[in-house]
């Protein structure tokens, strides 16, 4: 029969030949499944304790969905793109335009949504070649504002002040607070998959490679690597990633607008994410995003208005107090390990 | 001996400042060549522009018969060109064994190569060096010396057929320089590489080079045996200024 022990920090499980092993040591709990478990267990929890934890959850989850791409680009380009939330406006947009034109569904925006976050990452793509430095962080930071700024001016389109309305939900089942904790579980996919996805990336060859590209491009390039091909894949890869956020977002919403999304509280916010778990670690930016959402959450709820001032200050505090973000700490204890680490560029 | 690499007729310009000035040389296959000069006189212009880091205004560089004149760094990698760097220059943030690793997985094109295949041979490469006991440690925290080696080791895990060596006794003492002597010696012999070395320390060429050249403000000024160049007039008074025998 199955046969469990306990001795020291491992538990080991028996069953006839077969033997899992499983270290109880916090080193080791990143790869584990409970934190995994933990994430599934919590919106059934709160569907029955408080059902808008459920929400908070949701933006949660979305944030790290986009701190992780964003991780995967700093790593692979080498440079800070200051413009995350353009990509989310580029597959919104997409999605919430197709969508009203002609009342497609989101399983049928959601390939138009990826393919114009393509093209728009591929004609934006150049930049992380001829740009670095403070050129390519105010570069990658006038997008989003730009972008924002064709809305409102074409707003017969975009509806940039207003906003778009009547976007197909992404699922209707009859009850609201099912559908929220549907959405939920979908949320949580989304984003576990895009932190195996890119954990399996970092963690190969190419992860490596691009590595090396984020500590020296110059001798990335004498030993062999083509820079070029590289930061361009991994810039419209992270950047597809990204758009599929914003697509969510539009269904998820059934509303779409640039004030929300292209403007620099959302900013602000997935930096928030990304530096609070870790200066782009990716396991980081899950803590991050969850730290967000609810210090977020909690803010508006205590503080109202003020919150908008309070964010920013909690990101400056925690950059001086914890410059390598709350997964930093648990780094620390062993930094030695491999793997690529990122390094904001000066 | 064949003909590893041709130069012929670079000119490399710096604004109105002439670097290299209708460079001619050819490196035999098998040799250890020496490439020396005063400060200025354009060495490690012309390693950058045979490494492909800068592009010659003129001239043409082959190598094997193939015309590597526009080729980017990393094209040249494939074909079998490797370089170190005067100032070393480690990836900070990576492992000496994931820093070789990266060398051996983007050096020259081996047929199915995994990731876990360029790790053992990267083990190879610092075992070489002697860098093995540092395998786990951060590049950034190596001694001066270790980093040369690392240098050496990534430099020699992209399988080059010419190595360019800039300048590596600078900043080692002299047991340290000997250490590095010796191991060039003995890559030379393991792995066959054909070596270019760019020094300051005469005595190193003396002892390691079949063949020197010596350039000033860009242009050649000899070529020929170690003993042939460092007593030719012209390098001497490259190095001592003109009118040196009145004050010797």
Same mark, same amino acid.
Request: hydrophobic share 50%; glycine share 8%; proline share 4%.
């Given at each position: 029969?199955?046969?469990? #022990? ?18 109880? #040591? ?269 210090? #977020? ?39 030695? #390990? ?9 | ?248």
């Amino acid at each position: 029969m199955v046969d469990i #022990e306990l001795k020291r920090d491992r538990l080991t499980i028996r069953f006839k030949t077969q033997k899992w092993e499983w270290m109880i #040591e916090p080193r080791y709990w990143r790869n584990s499944i409970l934190w995994v478990a933990l994430l599934l267990v919590f919106p059934t929890v709160s569907y029955f304790v408080s059902p808008g934890l459920i929400n908070t959850m949701i933006s949660a989850n979305l944030l790290a969905a986009i701190a992780i791409p964003m991780s995967l680009m700093t790593l692979g380009t080498g440079r800070v793109n200051f413009g995350p939330n353009f990509y989310v406006g580029v597959g919104g947009y997409a999605a919430a335009l197709l969508s009203i034109a002609y009342g497609w569904g989101p399983v049928a925006t959601l390939p138009f949504a990826i393919l114009t976050t393509l093209f728009a990452a591929l004609i934006f793509s150049p930049l992380v070649i001829v740009a670095r430095g403070l050129y390519y962080v105010l570069l990658s930071l006038l997008l989003p504002f730009v972008f924002f700024e064709v809305t409102v001016i074409y707003t017969d389109i975009f509806k940039g002040d207003t906003g778009l309305f009547g976007i197909k939900p992404l699922m209707d089942l009859g009850n609201a607070k099912i559908n929220f904790l549907v959405l939920a579980y979908l949320s949580i996919f989304i984003m576990i998959s895009y932190l195996l996805i890119v954990n399996k990336i970092i963690k190969s060859r190419y992860g490596l490679i691009m590595a090396t590209i984020n500590d020296d491009e110059e001798v990335a390039h004498g030993i062999g690597v083509n820079i070029n091909k590289v930061k361009i894949i991994s810039f419209v890869f992270a950047a597809c990633l990204i758009g599929i956020v914003g697509w969510f977002y539009a269904h998820y919403f059934s509303s779409f607008s640039g004030q929300t999304y292209l403007t620099f509280t959302f900013m602000l916010k997935i930096f928030l994410a990304m530096m609070i778990g870790g200066r782009t670690q990716i396991f980081g930016c899950v803590v991050g995003g969850y730290f967000v959402a609810f210090l #977020e959450m909690f803010l508006i709820r205590t503080m109202g208005p003020m919150q908008a001032f309070v964010f920013p200050i909690i990101l400056i505090i925690f950059l001086f107090i914890l410059p390598e973000g709350l997964f930093g700490i648990y780094r620390k204890r062993r930094y030695r #390990e491999y793997f690529p680490t990122i390094h904001v560029r000066r | 001996m064949a003909e590893l690499l041709i130069v012929d007729n670079i000119t490399k310009t710096f604004g109105g400042i002439v670097a290299v000035h209708n460079l001619s040389f050819s490196i035999q296959e098998g040799e250890t060549l020496g490439f020396i000069g005063p400060n200025g006189a354009g060495k490690s212009t012309v390693v950058n522009v045979l490494s492909g880091y800068l592009e010659a205004d003129s001239g043409k560089v082959e190598m094997n018969g193939v015309n590597i004149t526009k080729m980017k760094p990393y094209q040249r990698v494939h074909i079998g060109l490797a370089r170190t760097y005067q100032i070393p220059r480690p990836f900070p943030e990576l492992t000496a064994l994931t820093s070789v690793a990266a060398s051996a997985l983007c050096g020259k094109k081996r047929i199915n190569q995994s990731f876990e295949d360029a790790l053992v041979e990267a083990t190879h490469y610092l075992e070489f060096v002697g860098l093995f006991s540092k395998r786990n440690i951060l590049a950034r925290d190596l001694t001066f010396y270790e980093l040369r080696m690392l240098e050496l080791a990534r430099a020699l895990a992209t399988t080059p057929k010419l190595l360019f060596i800039d300048e590596v006794m600078a900043g080692l003492n002299p047991p340290e320089a000997n250490n590095a002597v010796k191991l060039i010696a003995r890559a030379k012999e393991e792995f066959g590489v054909t070596v270019f070395w760019i020094e300051h320390v005469m005595a190193v060429l003396m002892e390691a080079a079949d063949r020197i050249i010596a350039i000033n403000y860009g242009e050649k000024i000899a070529d020929g045996t170690p003993d042939e160049v460092v007593n030719n007039e012209a390098v001497i008074e490259a190095y001592l200024g003109r009118g040196w025998k009145t004050y010797a």
